[in-house]
């Protein structure tokens, strides 16, 4: 709940060094048009083409979409169970590539999945058995024939293996999964039909650091044969508790990999961010203000089961009656869905230069537009008191002191399944500010509300 009341905001200061409590907007260093990098999601279409209106997926700025026919059943279960079941995870797929089309979003292919690794286990072949490539070549080029012949190459992006370093999507051993990695690239670059098609990689689940053998033997061995992917992708969806698993750090541990393996930078692509619990507005707010501030493209980890995972856009969407009725159309917005709405919809203009607090639990994202400033605020599902300082208040024309009025909003809700049709008006406060810096309080009282303030320039 957002309040204001200067005693107590003085108590509660004292309490935490400012930088850990303080996040910061600069009103005077524009980081370039806001593209909403964090308006992406993994699964969460229908496979029925246009069961979800299109305003569900404009509203919230879809940027990118990730699948591969998961979790169907048989007659559909993947290459390895035959042609046949093959070809019913690759229909998936299509289809939720052209729903992602239809609306601009990128797509990314999950080869593990039309494989089929959710039917597979140790018992059953994978990839280069007893160092035959014979039938993942097949499959390999089987697939490239049916995108190019299915016109699904633009917009596409390769993503080779998903989470080999899991027990879920991998049955074998970290070199025969690099030499898999590395076969690949090499089969997609020798068809120029492919130029376009991007490939990421590693995907690994856990997070870049120089004591994981995953990412390093990784690294070296794609230095070595020269097949640098064109987006680095990983996984965020550690324990918030976790404080390393947070881009503030990965984002510097991951340099310091590329920097000892002598390998370029690429694009960012968290291609699975959140866990289950952070699905909630707080941590929306957090996630994108994170994602924002290293331009790293992100997709909404999903964490629903058969059919819902093929529906509701990662527990963006809910519906009135019964959420797991996969082929209802009553859908409705989830609490999270009015937090991506307002960043896509709302936050206008120029992106701005942003720090997010030292305790790294609360963050900002933050746009100016010709009316006003605007400033989307999360904790890391957590309560506590935190404070926002916007310096350079003169570099959108405002006094270098005084006095302005800011509005609040607040997202509530708590659960994945409510539904929550827009943003509350918390009112509007006054706040004097003097030497061009405003400072504002932000008194947290549950883990869930996420909070956009504004102010006219
Ligand atoms: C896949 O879609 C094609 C074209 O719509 C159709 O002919 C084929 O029967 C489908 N295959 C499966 C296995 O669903
Ligand atoms: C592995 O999967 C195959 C095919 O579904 C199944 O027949 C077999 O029982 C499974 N083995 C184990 C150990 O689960
Ligand atoms: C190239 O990749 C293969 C695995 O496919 C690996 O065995 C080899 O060590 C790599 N070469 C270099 C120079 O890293
Ligand atoms: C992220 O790391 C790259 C180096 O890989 C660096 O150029 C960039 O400035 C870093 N981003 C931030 C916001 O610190
Ligand atoms: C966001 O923008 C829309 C369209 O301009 C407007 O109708 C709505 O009131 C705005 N919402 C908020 C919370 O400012
Ligand atoms: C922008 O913010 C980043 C970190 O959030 C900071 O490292 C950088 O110095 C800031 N840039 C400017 C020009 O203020």
Known sequence: MFTTGLLSFLAAASLARADDITATVNLAVSRGSPYHWASGFIYGIPDTPDQVPDHWYTDMGFRYARAGGAQLDAPDRGWIWGLDEYYGRLNSTLSNYETSRKYGAAFILLPHDIWGTDHANSS??????????????????????????????????????????????????????????????????????????????????????????????????????????????????????????????????????????????????????????????????????????????????????????????????????????????????????????????????????????????????????????????????????WQITVDNMDAVGLPSEGTVDIQTWGFAGTSVWEEVDAPSDRGIVSHTYTGNSLTFPIYQTDTSTAWAFEFAR
């Open 124 to 385: 059953t072949v994978w990839p280069g058995d007893d160092d035959d490539w014979t039938n993942y070549d097949l499959f390999v080029h089987t697939l490239m024939s049916d995108l190019k012949s299915n016109n699904a190459l633009e917009g596409l992006v390769w993503d080779i293996w998903n989470e080999p370093d899991g027990t879920s999507f991998w049955a074998r051993s970290q070199q025969q999964w690099i030499d898999l990695y590395i076969r690949t690239n090499n089969i997609l670059r020798e068809d120029s039909d492919f130029d376009n098609v991007l490939i990421s990689g590693p995907t690994l689940a856990n997070m870049p650091q120089d004591t994981d053998t995953w990412w390093t033997n990784w690294l070296s061995q794609i230095a070595g044969n020269d097949t640098v992917p064109d987006q680095y992708a990983y996984h965020l969806e550690g324990s918030p508790d976790d404080w390393i698993d947070d881009l503030q750090n990965t984002n510097i541990t991951l340099a310091a990999l590329l920097k000892t393996y002598g390998l370029p930078e690429r694009q960012i692509n968290i291609n699975e961010y959140a866990t289950l619990a952070e699905q909630i507005p707080a941590g929306a707010a957090w996630w994108i203000s994170r994602l924002e501030r290293y331009d790293a493209y992100g997709l909404r980890g999903n964490w629903q089961s058969d059919c819902v995972l093929h529906d509701l856009f990662a527990n963006l969407l809910t519906k009135t009656s019964d959420p797991t009725a996969c082929a209802d159309t009553d859908y409705v917005g989830a609490p999270e869905y009015q937090v991506y709405k307002y960043y896509n919809l709302n936050m206008t203009g120029e992106r701005l230069n942003t720090t997010g607090t030292g305790d790294r639990l609360m963050d900002v994202y933050a746009t100016v537009d010709s009316d006003k400033v605007r400033i989307l605020c999360g904790a890391r599902i957590t309560e506590g008191t």
